[in-house]
Antibody
Framework: QVQLVQSGGEVKQPGASVKVSCKTS????????FSWVRQAPGQGLEWIGW????????QFPQRFRDRVTLTTDTSTTTAYMELRRLTSDDTAVYFC??????????WGQGTLVTVSS | QTVVTQEPSLTVSPGGTVTLTCGSS?????????PNWFQQKPGQAPRSLIY???NKHSWTPARFSGSLLGGKAALTLSGVQPEDEAEYYC?????????FGGGTKLTVL
């Protein structure tokens, strides 16, 4: 069955970077793309980027373009999201989600990233 | 900056019908925005319900349906069940970026 299992929660200091992983199984990894979405405490969902596995094409909203790096590893069928220059506003649950042809279907369980000094 | 608008909250009685909408600050929502709809309950990851306007996933209950209505994307729940109480989010595609609506808190009362 399709599974997306994310790495555990992280606590980071302001100015640091965090890298979240999304280990997948149960499907042909290279056929899909992955969106990354975050949710600050008590807030709605925010799309922070997308990567297509077969050609590594990426898309980002302007506000994240210089702080987010998305990568994938086809040997381990894992997607990664790195966010740099963290501030307290980046405290949120980060989700990965699989998609193909604008069909977002399966989600990871979420990873809480806490930014605090 | 593109804004996607949803009703902040709606209330429906069990067994009733309710329609949630998803509008765009750029104009009418079309099939070219590939609307997706998600349900989220407290402490859980979002669950995908509808993709590309009206297509259901294999796990989507039959009482959920998606459409375009009056220039917006719409999610209709017919025969609402108590377990449908949740936050609902739409997602629209603008080339890049994708943009989420602010969410609708649906109360079943």
């Amino acid at each position: 069955q399709v599974q997306l299992v994310q790495s555990g929660g992280e606590v980071k200091q302001p100015g640091a970077s965090v890298k979240v992983s999304c280990k997948t199984s149960g499907f042909t990894f290279i056929n899909y793309g992955f969106s990354w979405v975050r949710q600050a405490p008590g807030q709605g969902l925010e799309w922070i980027g997308w990567i297509r596995v077969d050609n590594a094409d990426t898309q980002f909203p302007q506000r994240f373009r210089d702080r987010v790096t998305l990568t994938t590893d086809t040997s381990t069928t894992t997607a990664y999201m790195e966010l740099r220059r963290l501030t307290s506003d980046d405290t949120a649950v980060y989700f990965c989600a699989r998609d193909i042809n604008w069909d977002v279907d399966f989600w990871g369980q979420g990873t809480l990233v806490t930014v605090s000094s | 900056q593109t804004v996607v608008t949803q009703e902040p909250s709606l209330t429906v009685s069990p067994g009733g019908t309710v329609t949630l909408t998803c509008g765009s600050s750029t104009g009418a929502v079309t099939s070219g925005h590939y609307p997706n709809w998600f349900q989220q309950k407290p402490g859980q990851a979002p669950r995908s319900l509808i993709y590309r306007t009206s297509n259901k996933h294999s796990w989507t209950p039959a009482r959920f349906s998606g459409s375009l209505l009056g220039g917006k994307a719409a999610l209709t729940l017919s025969g609402v069940q108590p377990e449908d109480e949740a936050e609902y989010y739409c997602l629209l595609f603008y080339g890049a970026p994708w943009v989420f609506g602010g969410g609708t808190k649906l109360t079943v009362l």
